[in-house]
């Protein structure tokens, strides 16, 4: 009896060991489910790398886009342009019918206030009349910085000074003081145009003696000082023209008897000539 029992203690012992070696075969499988999850894994980060460089290759071509020189195709989105409508406002420093200094034309009357369409925009803009040289001129109101306003009756006694003292000619080239006179009165200021009519001017001399181009720009200073000396004085024209040529000592009778006198010899002295 004793053997029999020790034979099925055996067998018992037996199956136990075996139940236990074939536990391992299940981690096996296990370890087979970890690898594909490796797989796995490595596959998300690869797709991930794929994802990354199309972006980039996106990238690039909306860079290639912003060239100006490239025409856009149906497919790709064109820039959205923001337009502005109206021109930033701005207060009116001067009234309608006021008189005005606008540099390059000298003397203008503002006749009304008009609204123009520019490049899809609504400016407001000053409407200049100028008498003197029978044209009309626009000029925005925010940029009615470059108006100025009439000179004061103080300013225009502070001219005639400096139209009576000693003229201030540079040894320079002609050319180079030519330039600097065309500046003066393009600046519009009232008394750079006197420093340029007190320099170009030549008294009683005969005006002949002159070139061209000094007696053009004498003239067109002397324009634009008259129309602001009649307008401030509230006079006429003659009776300005009189103050001015009494500050610069000017005698317009005796320069015309001159010039004839001159040209009369000019001729006698060709008919000889000839002769």
């Not at 034979?7 to 096996?28: E, G, R, S, Y």
């Not at 087979?32 to 980039?56: A, D, G, L, P, Y």
């Not at 019918?97 to 206030?113: A, L």
């Not at 030549?202 to 005006?207: L, S, T, V």
Request: aromatic letters at 4%.
């Amino acid at each position: 009896m004793k053997n029999i029992l020790k034979k099925i203690l055996n067998k018992k012992k037996t199956k136990k060991v075996i139940n236990k070696k074939t536990k391992p075969a299940k981690k096996i499988v296990k370890s087979k489910k970890v690898s594909k999850v490796v797989k796995v894994k490595k596959i998300t980060k690869e797709s991930n790398k794929k994802k990354i460089v199309k972006k980039i290759k996106k990238k690039d071509k909306v860079e290639v886009k912003s060239d100006p020189l490239r025409i856009p195709k149906n497919n790709e989105q064109k820039p959205e342009i923001k337009k502005v409508k109206k021109q930033e406002t701005e207060k009116k420093l001067f009234k309608i019918k006021d008189y005005v200094v606008y540099p390059k034309h000298g003397v203008g009357q503002i006749t009304e206030t008009k609204k123009i369409n520019i490049g899809g925009i609504d400016v407001e803009t000053y409407v200049l009349k100028f008498e003197r040289d029978k044209a009309n001129g626009m000029v925005p109101v925010n940029k009615q910085s470059h108006l100025r306003a009439l000179a004061t009756i103080n300013q225009i006694n502070k001219c005639v000074s400096i139209l009576k003292s000693k003229p201030k000619i540079k040894r320079s080239m002609w050319s180079r003081r030519a330039q600097e006179y065309e500046a003066k009165i393009s600046s519009g200021k009232i008394y750079e145009l006197a420093e340029v009519v007190r320099d170009l001017n030549k008294g009683d001399d005969i005006m002949i003696d002159q070139s061209y181009s000094e007696r053009q720009l004498f003239e067109k200073a002397f324009e634009r000082l008259l129309t602001e000396f009649k307008i401030v004085m509230g006079s006429s024209i003659e009776d300005a023209q009189k103050k001015l040529d009494k500050a610069l000592k000017r005698n317009l009778e005796k320069q015309t008897q001159k010039v004839e006198e001159k040209t009369a010899t000019e001729e006698v002295i060709n008919q000889e000539i000839t002769d």
